[in-house]
C-alpha cells in the first residue's frame, strides 16, 4: 500500500475529513489531497507529526505494518501478584496446627509462593512479548 493510500485508510478509519486532518496538522485540504492522491509527500517532521496522532511507529505507517495494541494485562497481572504477597505478611504463620506433617506450608508462605512465582512469570513473559 502507498504512502498516500494508507494515509487515507487510516483518516477513514478515525471518520476523519480531509479538511479535520488538515486543521489538526495545521495544514491546507489540498495538502492532504495531494498527499493521499501520492501526488506530493510530507517532509519528515510532517511524517513524525502524522505518525503521532495515529499512534504509529515509522515502520507500521510505511511499511503497513499491523498497529500493536498495548496490552495492560500484564501490569494488571503485577498488581495482583504484588497485593498477593502484602496479604502474605497479614495471614497467620503459626505451624502448630501441622505438627503431624513432614512439610508445612501455612497461609501466609502458600500466598507468598503464589505472589513471587506469578509475579516472577509476569515478569518473564512481559519482557519476552517485549523484545518480539
Given at each position: 500500500m502507498k504512502f498516500?493510500?494508507?494515509?487515507?485508510?487510516?483518516?477513514?478509519?478515525?471518520?476523519?475529513?480531509?479538511?479535520?486532518?488538515?486543521?489538526?496538522?495545521?495544514?491546507?485540504r489540498q495538502t492532504i489531497s495531494r498527499w493521499e492522491s501520492s501526488l506530493s509527500s510530507p517532509d519528515l517532521e510532517m511524517l513524525e507529526k502524522i505518525c503521532q496522532y495515529f499512534h504509529m511507529t515509522y515502520d507500521e505507517f510505511l511499511q503497513n505494518k499491523p498497529i500493536q495494541k498495548k496490552s495492560y494485562l500484564p501490569y494488571i497481572f503485577i498488581i495482583l501478584f504484588i497485593i498477593i504477597i502484602f496479604l502474605s505478611f497479614l495471614l497467620p504463620n503459626s505451624t502448630e496446627d501441622f505438627t503431624g506433617s513432614a512439610i508445612v506450608m501455612t497461609p501466609a508462605g502458600f500466598c507468598l509462593l503464589i505472589g513471587v512465582t506469578g509475579l516472577l512469570l509476569t515478569l518473564i513473559l512481559s519482557y519476552r512479548n517485549h523484545r518480539k
Open positions: 498516500g493510500e494508507r494515509l487515507q485508510t487510516l483518516r477513514k478509519e478515525k471518520n476523519l475529513s480531509q479538511e479535520e486532518l488538515a486543521r489538526i496538522l495545521n495544514v491546507s
